[in-house]
């Protein structure tokens, strides 16, 4: 059953008048987002005028790009230094580099990757060996059946099947229920074309979203309204907890959103998501000209000890 879902578009004016006085905090989700759905996922490239657009909203709020493929991948598409960066389903969180790391002792988070950028959470690494195995194993195997991509995310891996023949469709699925049967901590999911292989942690899009407002320190914030826009299954556990905070906008970009979406807003396409996220960079800019005051937040970076074993913390101000 199809329902009906306000369009964010369409209902902007009566969503800004909400937000005023609180802090937004945008999260995106990227293929079907900031870019369209493509045959070749290395070819989802956003266009410059949607880059352009979500330069100019992490100009006036803290802004996540949140996606199923590698943390490096992503951020080779959307090549923007003020955002954030949450790959694999929010399995690998990395944050815009800052004068001083954040710190979090249970999951590696003072780690480097190769550009020098900090990573700040990575729930899922003692999986990497058995994911490297299931991605040898799933080529293997996948390499006879015409049109199908296996795409190495680092914490989970996906693999396409846009581009198979409908009648070839169900033996590569058994193929690969026939790997993953055969490792009992990862489960497999169905998404838009591709079936993903993921280690089976309490960790999703959800539980990315929440550990990226608990780093802002907005964790306890009854004034935080987090902006969530997606289009595909797994940003149904980012719309969940925005619901479940009882404000905020969980948007869909459908343009038959589902019954059992837990979205409250939808866009149809990409082209409505840059005219959406244009329009909330104006309306801010124009709170700004008005001279309308601006929340600030405050961010405590626990890091490290002095010499005298006393724990330092740097607090940074920023603008939302």
Same mark, same amino acid.
């Given at each position: 059953?199809?329902?009906?879902?306000?369009?964010?578009?369409?209902?902007?004016?009566?969503?800004?008048?909400?937000?005023?006085?609180?802090?937004?905090?945008?999260?995106? +989700?990227?293929?079907?987002?900031?870019?369209?759905?493509?045959?070749?996922?290395?070819?989802?490239?956003?266009?410059?005028?949607?880059?352009?657009?979500?330069?100019?909203?992490?100009?006036?709020?803290?802004?996540?790009?949140?996606?199923?493929?590698?943390?490096?991948?992503?951020?080779?598409?959307?090549?923007?230094?003020?955002?954030?960066?949450?790959?694999?389903?929010?399995? +690998?969180?990395?944050?815009?580099?800052?004068?001083?790391?954040?710190?979090?002792?249970?999951?590696?988070? &003072?780690?480097?990757?190769?550009?020098?950028?900090?990573?700040?959470?990575?729930?899922?690494?003692?999986?990497?060996?058995?994911?490297?195995?299931?991605?040898?194993?799933?080529?293997?195997?996948?390499?006879?059946?015409?049109?199908?991509?296996?795409?190495?995310?680092?914490?989970?891996?996906?693999?396409?099947?846009?581009?198979?023949?409908?009648?070839?469709?169900?033996?590569?699925?058994?193929?690969?229920?026939?790997?993953?049967?055969?490792?009992?901590?990862?489960?497999? #999911?169905?998404?838009?074309?591709?079936?993903?292989?993921?280690?089976?942690?309490?960790?999703?899009?959800?539980?990315?979203?929440?550990?990226?407002?608990? &780093?802002?320190?907005?964790?306890?914030?009854? +004034?935080?309204?987090?902006?969530?826009?997606? +289009?595909?299954? #797994?940003?149904?556990?980012?719309?969940?907890?925005?619901?479940?905070?009882?404000?905020?906008?969980?948007?869909?970009?459908?343009?038959?959103?589902?019954?059992? &979406?837990?979205?409250?807003?939808?866009?149809?396409?990409?082209?409505?998501?840059? &005219?959406?996220?244009?329009?909330?960079?104006?309306?801010?800019?124009?709170?700004?000209?008005?001279?309308?005051?601006?929340?600030?937040?405050?961010?405590?970076?626990?890091?490290?000890?002095?010499?005298?074993?006393?724990?330092?913390?740097?607090?940074?101000?920023?603008?939302?």
């Amino acid at each position: 059953m199809v329902v009906e879902h306000p369009s964010a578009l369409g209902s902007f004016d009566r969503m800004m008048k909400a937000a005023k006085g609180k802090r937004i905090v945008v999260f995106l +989700d990227y293929d079907g987002t900031l870019s369209p759905i493509v045959d070749d996922p290395d070819r989802a490239f956003m266009s410059d005028e949607m880059r352009a657009a979500v330069r100019e909203v992490a100009k006036y709020f803290p802004t996540a790009v949140i996606s199923g493929r590698s943390r490096d991948k992503v951020k080779e598409f959307v090549q923007l230094s003020n955002v954030y960066y949450a790959g694999s389903h929010g399995m +690998d969180i990395m944050v815009p580099p800052r004068p001083l790391r954040p710190c979090d002792a249970n999951n590696n988070t &003072t780690a480097m990757d190769i550009k020098g950028s900090d990573v700040l959470f990575q729930p899922a690494k003692r999986f990497l060996p058995a994911i490297q195995e299931i991605r040898t194993l799933l080529e293997e195997i996948t390499r006879k059946v015409e049109g199908a991509r296996v795409e190495d995310n680092r914490f989970c891996i996906s693999v396409h099947f846009r581009k198979v023949r409908e009648e070839d469709y169900g033996i590569l699925e058994e193929k690969v229920k026939s790997v993953v049967g055969k490792y009992a901590e990862f489960h497999l #999911t169905l998404g838009k074309k591709v079936l993903e292989i993921r280690p089976s942690i309490e960790w999703n899009k959800g539980h990315a979203l929440e550990y990226l407002l608990d &780093t802002l320190g907005f964790s306890n914030s009854s +004034d935080v309204l987090p902006l969530y826009i997606g +289009d595909d299954r #797994t940003d149904e556990d980012a719309f969940k907890v925005i619901r479940s905070r009882g404000q905020g906008f969980p948007i869909i970009v459908s343009s038959t959103p589902k019954e059992d &979406t837990k979205a409250c807003y939808s866009l149809h396409d990409p082209s409505e998501v840059l &005219t959406f996220l244009l329009r909330l960079a104006r309306w801010r800019k124009a709170l700004l000209q008005a001279g309308h005051s601006l929340k600030f937040g405050v961010l405590v970076l626990e890091v490290g000890r002095d010499e005298e074993g006393r724990k330092r913390k740097h607090r940074e101000s920023f603008t939302v």
